[in-house]
């Protein structure tokens, strides 16, 4: 990076209270230095500027880096006397004699609002010469009543015929402000022509020393930006807002439509108990779909609402086969058949064994037998009969003795 020490000339006369320049050319001069001076400083922390009037001929600041302690002098400096230019000048090129770093290349900015004396041609090309014996850069930024021919002589002679590092912005009126102007200049570029310093950030403000302010100015240049762009895209949303609004339109009519069909039909009772009235939108549409889709593959059941059910519990094959299988040996013992076959296959020495085993399944088998009732005779006559063995059993006895 360039090496440079710059001293600021500010115009303080009394035409610098016009304001053709928004507030006045004052204010506008106080913008502008300010953005000279922050430029400088962060092209390179070892640039020093000075600040110096041109109607007093003061030297209000010497060349330093505090960009502070300059802004304060330009702010409190007010209009007064008339313009002394090459008195200024030449105060300028002493001061930057007596810089400290003797390798920093030397430059003079010179903010010019008053007219200026055309009939002193000859000492101004004298100057100029004297300057780029001495190396010394100028770059003047006229404005309001400053612009005029003798300037663009100095120019021209400070360049020579191939040199281009001095340069002359005339700022019109109306056309754009002074910082405006004067960033979009040449006086803020470096020798290779890119912008040094603020200049090459957005709004000339540096991310690394003002972070918070960098974002809020890229913050609201997006939203500017974004703004004009919808209103640019206003008309062409606006059709195809109306064009989404009228398809779903036509959705719900289509979906009412076929309930109503639905309705018409034998089987559309519960279409019928349907109140559409109650229901959102998306479950009209999602009624309307399930009716299609029941159109597409029917079904024996009516469609109905889709509603939470609890899931139905469906027995699994083990359970089933639980229920199926025996869980005792009662029918086994009741199959008689089973209970033969397996008696035949016996040995015939426990054939007894073997018929009492069938007189107790024939037992368990067969049904219990209703009791007979003894009717009064026949319990007489078998009374009569016991007694008549007795008697005669008593007879026999008696003859054997």
Not at 73 to 82: E, F, H, I, V
Not at 120 to 148: C, H, Q, T, Y
Not at 352 to 368: D, G, I, L, M, Q
Request: proline content about 5%; aromatic content about 2%.
């Amino acid at each position: 990076m360039v090496l440079e020490s710059t001293m600021i000339c500010v115009d303080d006369s009394d035409y610098m209270r016009n304001g053709d320049f928004v507030p006045t050319r004052m204010a506008a001069v106080q913008d502008a230095v300010n953005i000279v001076c922050l430029t400088k400083t962060r092209a390179n922390p070892e640039n020093n500027v000075g600040l110096l009037t041109l109607a007093s001929s003061e030297v209000l600041t010497t060349l330093t880096t505090d960009s502070g302690k300059l802004m304060s002098k330009m702010l409190a400096c007010q209009p007064s006397g008339d313009l002394q230019l090459m008195s200024g000048l030449r105060k300028a090129h002493l001061a930057l004699k007596h810089r400290q770093g003797k390798n920093h290349k030397m430059r003079i900015v010179v903010f010019v609002g008053s007219p200026v004396d055309n009939n002193d041609a000859a000492e101004w090309i004298r100057l100029a010469k004297r300057m780029k014996k001495e190396k010394v850069n100028v770059d003047i930024v006229a404005f309001g009543d400053g612009p005029s021919e003798v300037l663009q002589q100095f120019i021209d002679t400070l360049n020579g015929r191939d040199g281009n590092a001095s340069h002359l912005v005339v700022v019109q009126q109306g056309t754009s402000t002074l910082s405006d102007a004067l960033m979009a200049s040449p006086v803020l570029q470096s020798e290779d022509g890119m912008p040094m310093g603020g200049g090459a950030f957005d709004f000339g403000i540096d991310p690394n020393d003002d972070p918070e302010l960098a974002l809020a100015l890229r913050v609201s240049m997006e939203e500017q930006r974004s703004r004009q762009e919808a209103e640019g895209r206003s008309g062409a949303t606006e059709a195809p807002a109306a064009v989404g609004g009228s398809s779903e339109e036509q959705m719900l009519e289509r979906a009412l439509a076929i309930s109503r069909e639905l309705e018409a039909e034998p089987g559309g009772s519960q279409a019928a108990a349907v109140d559409f009235g109650s229901m959102t939108e998306d479950e009209q549409i999602a009624y309307a779909m399930q009716m299609s889709m029941q159109d597409s593959h029917p079904a024996t059941e009516e469609p109905t609402l889709p509603t939470a059910t609890e899931p139905e519990v469906v027995p699994s094959e083990s359970e089933k086969m639980e229920v199926d299988e025996p869980t005792s040996t009662d029918t086994i013992m009741d199959d008689p058949e089973f209970i033969q076959s397996v008696l035949e296959g016996l040995p015939k020495d426990i054939k007894v064994e073997k018929e009492t085993a069938e007189t107790v399944v024939k037992k368990e088998t067969s049904p219990p037998k209703a009791k007979e009732q003894k009717s009064p005779k026949e319990g007489s006559s078998k009374s009569g009969s016991s007694k008549k063995s007795s008697g005669s059993g008593e007879k026999k006895s008696d003859s054997k003795k």
